[in-house]
């Protein structure tokens, strides 16, 4: 492609040179008959007449001024327009690289917070049942406490009210006993 440039350019300035050349010799002006094909007078050629003879001379002066001119001004300004061209392209391949690189580490990072989350998603979910094993058994453990603490006091509260009961047979038996030496007036064995 840089080779094709290069042809491009040196033709596009030949053909500049010999453009500025023929618009140097003079300005055509317009007539009231076109003609299409000049005349072989308008070179001086054949001797039909004088003609453009210097056209000739503006001719020799082109070729003879077109080598210096392309090796001392169109030259190094290709190569200038090339090496800037290779810059740029070198310029943007880095930057296509850059931006490679760039995706593949904003893909790396992206990747690694979905595990991390995952991950934290995971380890929230295992420390959420744990907690729910943990309440589980410790309010299965206060319930079981509980009701054996219900079942202890039961026990106790049965045993209190049947030594309450035993008492009070006792004191009802003393106390039935008094009331009828009382009402009967003498002692009862």
């Given amino acids: 492609m840089v080779r094709h440039n290069k042809t491009i350019r040196r033709l596009v300035g030949l053909a500049s040179g010999l453009a500025s050349s023929v618009l140097l010799a003079g300005s055509a002006g317009a007539s009231e008959n076109l003609v299409i094909i000049p005349d072989a007078r308008l070179f001086g050629l054949f001797g039909m007449g004088e003609g453009l003879g210097s056209m000739w001379i503006m001719l020799i002066g082109f070729v003879v001024l077109a080598f210096p001119l392309n090796a001392l001004i ?57 907690a729910r094993e943990e309440q589980s058994t410790m309010t299965a453990q206060a319930r079981s406490d509980a009701e054996a603490e219900l079942a202890r006091a039961r026990t106790e509260m049965t045993r209190s009210l049947d030594e309450a009961r035993a008492t009070l047979r006792e004191s009802a038996e003393d106390l039935a006993t008094a009331a009828a030496e009382q009402v009967l007036g003498r002692t009862l064995s």
């Avoid at 296509?96 to 979905?114: F, G, K, P």
């Fill in 74 to 130: 169109f030259q190094p300004i290709f190569r200038a327009l090339d090496a800037r061209a290779e810059r740029i392209q070198g310029a943007r391949d880095q930057s296509s690289q850059l931006e490679e690189e760039a995706n593949n580490v904003l893909e790396q990072y992206e990747s690694a917070i979905r595990d991390a989350r995952v991950d934290a998603e995971a380890n929230r979910q295992a420390e959420l049942t744990a």
